[in-house]
Nanobody, 123 residues
């Protein structure tokens, strides 16, 4: 099983980025996929997730209204659209997946993790 997170980069404050999480070895149709980030010197935190079981999405308050998670089932890929980016959004972003139909932003709940992609927001 492999999750490949991509799409990170350098963007100015107020800009947008779309991250992708592509899976091989599993079918996202039977998974909840979450997005997390870890800023330098801080713990990894959950941002949001999407359940392929019923299409439900859930977001942390810190990103609600700015970030949107969507899925492309034929491509077995989940996206994180990030708008109105702020310097404090600078972090390594990870996607993760778990084959249980329960929404959670607890990282211990997830079985599979991508390698992370760096997002840097300049002021």
């Amino acid at each position: 099983v492999q999750l490949q997170a991509s799409g990170g980069g350098l963007v100015q404050a107020g800009g947008s980025l779309r991250l992708s999480c592509a899976a091989s070895g599993i079918n996202f149709d039977n998974y909840v996929v979450g997005w997390f980030r870890q800023a330098p010197g801080k713990k990894r935190v959950g941002l949001g997730c999407i359940s392929h079981f019923d299409g439900t999405t859930y977001y942390a308050n810190s990103v609600k209204g700015r970030f949107t998670i969507s899925a492309d089932s034929p491509k077995n890929t989940v996206y994180l659209q990030m708008n109105s980016l702020k310097p404090e959004d600078t972090a390594v972003y990870y996607c993760a997946a778990v084959g249980l139909p329960i929404i959670s932003l607890e990282e211990g709940y997830y079985d599979y993790w991508g390698q992370g992609t760096q997002v840097t927001v300049s002021s």
